[in-house]
Structure formats: structure tokens, C-alpha cells
């Protein structure tokens, strides 16, 4: 079982309805969790990050976690043709004295048509 | 501001050759790190350093991968006798301290022919 699992899609919605990418992970342990944007050639780039169990709004973007089901989600409102990219999940991993690496999933692909 | 820079951009080379990938941090940062990409997965790590010393190595995937970071800034990864395998890009992420959140660089493309 990997570490962080997230269905690779392609996801696809039409331009203004609401995307639902998730992810779960299996150390439960883990205590900090993002969502990185990763346009295609690019790097990854933060969009939400989320510590506590509940959701965290910021905009658009809507982070969900639930550790006792060791999930975590993004949903993105009013999706744009600009949202197409790949979504990672990463959990910062417990082992190795707290170093703060992160693991990631294998990324799900958003695809928002007009 | 000025973020996490990669150079070079893009390295091609041969197997069995010598390759040095340098990382310039935010400045400030503390912790660096560097993962490996391939395609289709996400970012794999490889290595953390907590100013001049890798405190973590253990995703390095062997002795011909090395690293350092000799004043605490500037990081560089070597990787001896490349492989056709080692084709990834390698993505460098600073932090301010450990654990805090982490951003990348553009990474470097690393193509062994």
C-alpha cells in the first residue's frame, strides 16, 4: 500500500462547477498536510495547506481533513479552464525525526472545460 | 521576491558520466531539501539538510548520489556514473525552518542518454 494515495483521473468538470480531488495516507501519525498545483513542465506550487481536523477555506479553495478516516480533500468552487493541472497531496512524513519531508501522492489530473 | 533557483534548467548528458545540480534556497531558509520527479509520479525525496548537515539521507537511492551544502545556503546534488534511469527532473523546496511549508524550485531536467 502506498504511503499517499490519490486517483491519478483524468477528473473532469465543466467550467464553474465545483472539483473534488481526494486523498488518504496511511501513517497515522502525520500532522501536516498540503495541496500543491502542478501545471504541466512546471514545478509544484502551494495552494493550501491544513494542520487541524475540520475545513480551511481560502478563496476558492476549500481544504478537508479527517484523521480519523486518514483522509484528506481539496475542493475547488467555480472551476476555470486556469484550474487544469495536476493536484498533488503531500503529508509530511513522521519517521526520520520530524525533517519535514513530505510524501507525496502520484497526482490527480483536473481537467475544466469550457 | 526572489524564490528557490535551479541551475542548470535542463542537463543532458551520457551514461556513465558525472552531473552536478546546484540549488540556490530562499534566502533565510534554513532547510532544504531535493526530490526526484519522474513522470507521471509525484515528487520523490531524496535528501534534507538543516543548514550545513544532511540531517536525513535515507532517500537517496544509492552511494552514487551525494549532496551538499557547505555554508548553509547553496546546495548542490551529484550523481556519479549516471544511469538511463536517473532521467527525472530534480526539484529543490526550501522552508524556513523544518517543517514548515515548503517551496519549490523549477527543478532541473536531467536526460541520460
Known amino acids: 500500500q502506498k504511503e499517499v494515495e490519490q486517483n491519478s483521473g483524468p477528473l473532469s468538470v465543466p467550467e464553474g462547477a465545483i472539483a473534488s480531488l481526494n486523498c488518504t495516507y496511511s501513517?497515522?501519525?502525520?500532522?501536516?498536510f498540503f495541496w500543491y498545483r502542478q501545471y504541466s513542465g512546471k514545478s509544484p506550487e502551494l495552494i493550501m495547506s491544513?494542520?487541524?481536523?475540520g475545513d480551511k477555506e481560502d478563496g476558492r479553495f476549500t481544504a478537508q481533513l479527517n484523521k480519523a478516516s486518514q483522509y484528506v480533500s481539496l475542493l475547488i468552487r467555480d472551476s476555470q479552464p486556469s484550474d487544469s493541472a495536476t493536484y498533488l497531496c503531500?503529508?509530511?512524513?513522521?519517521?526520520?525525526?520530524?525533517?519535514?519531508?513530505?510524501?507525496f501522492g502520484q497526482g490527480t489530473t483536473l481537467q475544466v472545460k469550457p | 521576491g526572489a524564490g528557490v533557483s535551479q541551475t542548470p534548467s535542463n542537463k543532458v548528458t551520457e551514461k556513465g558520466k558525472y552531473v552536478e545540480l546546484r540549488c540556490d534556497p530562499i534566502?533565510?531558509?534554513?532547510?532544504l531539501y531535493w526530490y526526484r520527479q519522474s513522470l507521471g509520479q509525484g515528487p520523490e525525496f531524496l535528501i534534507y539538510?538543516?543548514?550545513?548537515?544532511?540531517?536525513?539521507d535515507s532517500g537517496l537511492p544509492n552511494d552514487r548520489f551525494f549532496a551538499v551544502r557547505p555554508e548553509g545556503s547553496v546546495s548542490t546534488l551529484k550523481i556519479q556514473r549516471t544511469e538511463r534511469g536517473d532521467s527525472a527532473v530534480y526539484l529543490c523546496?526550501?522552508?524556513?525552518?523544518?517543517?514548515?511549508?515548503?517551496?519549490f524550485g523549477p527543478g532541473t531536467r536531467l536526460l541520460v542518454l
Open positions: 523546496a526550501s522552508s524556513l525552518k523544518r517543517q514548515e511549508t515548503q517551496y
Open positions: 501513517d497515522r501519525g502525520s500532522q501536516s
Open positions: 491544513i494542520y487541524s481536523n
Open positions: 503531500a503529508v509530511n512524513s513522521v519517521g526520520s525525526g520530524n525533517t519535514g519531508k513530505l510524501i
Open positions: 534566502s533565510g531558509h534554513t532547510a
Open positions: 539538510f538543516q543548514g550545513t548537515g544532511a540531517a536525513d
